[in-house]
């Protein structure tokens, strides 16, 4: 079934811009949709819905930093055919509007990963984010971890971030950024006590945009931060795993609470519905 699973992801990442249903996507695959959804949730991490969600809005955050598109004609590009349902929903889910996701100081910070596209800030910009970010209210704990870097990438730039989602939108809940070289012990401070997700982005030092050269990892499984209570990850980094969602969340203006995620997965008539397990 992992073969199904793969290929699922390229159908999903080929017509993402169309209104492809589960349905179709289970078609495509030869697999019953309650059984596709099942096999594509335990294998991805997400419901098929889920993930369509996240390449269509990498896809929109793409095109927002990277061309003059005009919003309108980013959202037809995407899958949907209202400007003020996509504006509204991409606001609540990243925390600023499109217009505003594309501004200079915004794009300047934003982080992503994907195996086509990818973007670090500066580690200076990145520590010094970190230094103005605003502790959130309640309680709140630390995450400890180990980031093993193979050996042969030598020295790279850090981002370990604390998100309530596997595939995030907004900005993270906490998060810190460093050199690393080989295996590198870290702390993430100020988490909000809960269930999280933790994932972490480095390029090597002077890499630029190269987005052959990102290294991601990330935790399969929530992790639960509590006051006094010892959390410890330890993360494999390397090259993209095929069948993850990419990530594209900015540091600019990180707020002390992100906003909560929502499913933008309605598109022209039906949509791939993201609630199917």
Do not use: W
Request: aromatic content about 6%; glycine content about 8%.
């Amino acid at each position: 079934m992992e073969r199904a699973v793969r290929e699922a992801v390229t159908f999903i990442r080929s017509r993402y811009h169309d209104p492809i249903t589960l349905s179709d996507v289970a078609a495509e695959v030869f697999v019953s949709p309650y059984h596709f959804s099942r096999i594509f949730s335990r294998s991805v991490g997400l419901t098929p819905g889920r993930y369509l969600t996240a390449v269509r809005l990498f896809a929109a955050k793409r095109m927002l930093l990277t061309t003059d598109l005009t919003v309108s004609d980013i959202v037809c590009s995407v899958g949907y055919n209202s400007v003020g349902t996509f504006t509204s929903r991409f606001t609540r889910a990243v925390g600023m509007s499109p217009t505003q996701y594309r501004t200079p100081d915004v794009a300047r910070m934003v982080v992503a990963a994907s195996d086509d596209f990818a973007r670090l800030p500066g580690l200076g910009e990145m520590i010094e984010a970190r230094r103005h970010r605003r502790t959130p209210p309640g309680d709140s704990g630390t995450l400890s971890g180990s980031l093993n870097v193979p050996l042969s990438v030598g020295a790279v730039d850090a981002f370990v971030a604390v998100f309530g989602d596997a595939a995030p939108q907004g900005a993270p809940l906490a998060f810190e950024a460093f050199s690393a070289h080989g295996r590198t012990d870290f702390e993430v401070t100020g988490v909000p006590r809960g269930s999280h997700h933790v994932i972490a982005v480095a390029m090597p030092c002077g890499a630029g945009t190269e987005a052959a050269r990102v290294l991601t990892a990330g935790t399969r499984r929530h992790v639960t931060v509590e006051p006094g209570l010892d959390t410890y990850v330890s993360l494999m980094m390397g090259p993209a795993e095929e069948t993850a969602p990419p990530i594209a969340v900015t540091l600019a203006g990180t707020p002390g609470t992100p906003v909560s995620e929502v499913d933008l997965t309605q598109t022209r008539g039906r949509s791939l519905q993201p609630a199917v397990v």
